[in-house]
């Protein structure tokens, strides 16, 4: 079970990381896959009334990886912490299947209170690198919070929020299918196609009027050369 919860892990930091080269290099390398394996051990040991050991668990974990996970909260499958320091993931947070979380992201409390305190997220969720999320708060499925964004409302499914207090840009899926953009923006492949050529054609034409202009200099410069008398 452990196994192929590994793998599944594994060959998901391969799919959605590019700078994930083999999977080697994911199971050694990578402390947000360790943080989720330790957090694992952490969790079956809190759920089962070790509450003191399912904490001691944690701490090491945290000290191993900078992730501090609370044994208690709920994780979802294939969660992909990238980089990962500084990331906490408090005792009543929630996080949905598919999500992928960047280094320094809190899912915090917005306010001291007992019971439900922490978000919950929903799946196939990106937060960005240093966002907070704060409170008993629910983010829908396919959201996205940009790097710094300070969340403390309800971000809807399929919905962009950047800033302090975070809030909506104007950029929706608009019908698109939901997939997985590293980094939370549209890669290349989902660009218009007609845009992508005209990017292409902009670029060229870039290069060849900078080859022209070397060129009228050379020229130039030749000819100036002829016309100096000899000898000067
Ligand atoms: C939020 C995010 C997903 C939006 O990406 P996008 O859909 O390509 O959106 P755009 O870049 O077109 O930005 C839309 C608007 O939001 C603003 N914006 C984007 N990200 C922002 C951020 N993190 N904070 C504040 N404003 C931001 C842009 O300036 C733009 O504003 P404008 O409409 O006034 O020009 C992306 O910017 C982001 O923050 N991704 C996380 C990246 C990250 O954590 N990387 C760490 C890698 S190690």
């Known amino acids: 079970m452990a196994f192929m919860f590994l793998r599944e892990l594994i060959r998901t930091y391969r799919e959605r990381d590019p700078a994930a080269r083999s999977s080697a290099e994911v199971f050694f390398c990578y402390p947000g896959l360790h ?131 975070a809030r909506p840009v104007d950029r929706k899926l608009q019908g698109r299918e939901p997939h997985f953009d590293p980094y939370g923006m549209p890669c290349d492949d989902s660009l218009d196609p007609v845009l992508r050529d005209l990017e292409g054609l902009r670029a060229e034409l870039s290069e060849v009027e900078v080859r022209i202009a070397r060129l009228a200099a050379q020229t130039q410069q030749r000819q100036t050369d002829q016309q100096l008398p000899a000898g000067n």
């Open 35 to 165: 943080a989720v394996m330790w957090h694992g051990l952490s969790h079956w040991l809190w759920t089962r009334g070790f509450l003191l050991a399912g904490r001691f668990s944690s701490h090491i974990g945290r000290w191993l990886t900078g992730i501090e996970i609370h044994p208690a909260a709920r994780l979802g499958r294939r969660l992909v912490i990238d980089h990962g320091m500084g990331v906490v993931i408090g005792e009543t947070a929630e996080v949905g299947d598919d999500c992928y979380l960047y280094h320094q992201v809190t899912l915090g409390v917005a306010r001291a209170s007992s019971g439900k305190r922490h978000p919950t997220i929903g799946n196939n969720v990106i937060i960005g690198a240093g966002a907070k999320v704060l409170g008993p708060i629910t983010v829908g499925d396919n959201a996205r919070i940009g790097a710094n964004a300070v969340v403390v409302d309800p971000v809807p499914d399929d919905t962009t929020v950047v800033g302090i207090p």
